[in-house]
T-cell receptor
Framework: GENVEQHPSTLSVQEGDSAVIKCTYS??????FPWYKQELGKRPQLIID?????GEKKDQRIAVTLNKTAKHFSLHITETQPEDSAVYFCAASIEGSNYKLTFGKGTLLTVNP | GAGVSQSPSNKVTEKGKDVELRCDPISGHTALYWYRQSLGQGLEFLIYFQGNSAPDKSGLPSDRFSAERTGGSVSTLTIQRTQQEDSAVYLC?????????FGPGTRLTVL
């Protein structure tokens, strides 16, 4: 089955700096890669996703890149703000199948004011 | 509109007891998923429903775990003879397509 590795497990940045979180996946059939943000005590919420037919996607301060050949994808947050502090999870699934998500173990991002 | 809801929000039980966790998906969502989140871990897939059928139960950790969905809506996850290692947050999600919408979870503590 699919296996998703996520790094780093914790990341601390100063407000205004950029943050990068990286994930690798094992199943070359995976073609849908969402990123979820989970604030303390809250439910995970989708912040951005990318499909395997594109290499990069941006939404304001957030961007995701995908390298299908290397089987890795990354989340980039620019101009970080304290409200970006949360746990971020990457995931992979096969769209058109059952959409079962295989998650990485998460990255605790702390943005220091 | 209303999001995914789960009940109870917290459940404390004694080892060996059975528990039932409930999920109310977003109205009209045909797909429903159960995940388990243990401390410091990612979300672990348990089971997937499409309508009332469960074509993928591959994540259920043992035969003590079962789930059903009725009327293409509400789902119940049952854990029999609970063990301490079952302690976790159990999350439900529903979807129409790719994006899964999560509920707030049920925090289960087995003493």
């Amino acid at each position: 089955g699919e296996n998703v590795e996520q790094h780093p497990s914790t990341l601390s940045v100063q407000e205004g700096d950029s943050a990068v979180i990286k994930c690798t996946y094992s199943d070359s059939a995976s073609n849908y890669f969402p990123w979820y943000k989970q604030e303390l005590g809250k439910r995970p919420q989708l912040i951005i996703d990318i499909r395997s037919n594109v290499g990069e996607k941006k939404d304001q301060r957030i961007a995701v890149t995908l390298n299908k050949t290397a089987k890795h994808f990354s989340l980039h947050i620019t101009e970080t703000q304290p409200e970006d502090s949360a746990v971020y999870f990457c995931a992979a699934s096969i769209e058109g199948s059952n959409y079962k998500l295989t998650f990485g173990k998460g990255t605790l991002l702390t943005v220091n004011p | 509109g209303a999001g995914v809801s789960q009940s109870p929000s917290n459940k404390v039980t004694e080892k060996g007891k059975d528990v039932e966790l409930r999920c109310d998906p977003i109205s009209g969502h045909t797909a429903l998923y159960w995940y388990r989140q243990s401390l410091g871990q990612g979300l672990e897939f348990l089971i997937y429903f499409q309508g009332n059928s469960a074509p993928d139960k591959s994540g259920l950790p043992s035969d003590r775990f079962s789930a059903e969905r009725t009327g293409g809506s509400v789902s119940t996850l049952t854990i029999q003879r609970t063990q301490q290692e079952d302690s976790a947050v159990y999350l439900c999600a529903s979807s129409l397509g790719s994006e899964q919408f999560f509920g707030p979870g049920t925090r289960l503590t087995v003493l």
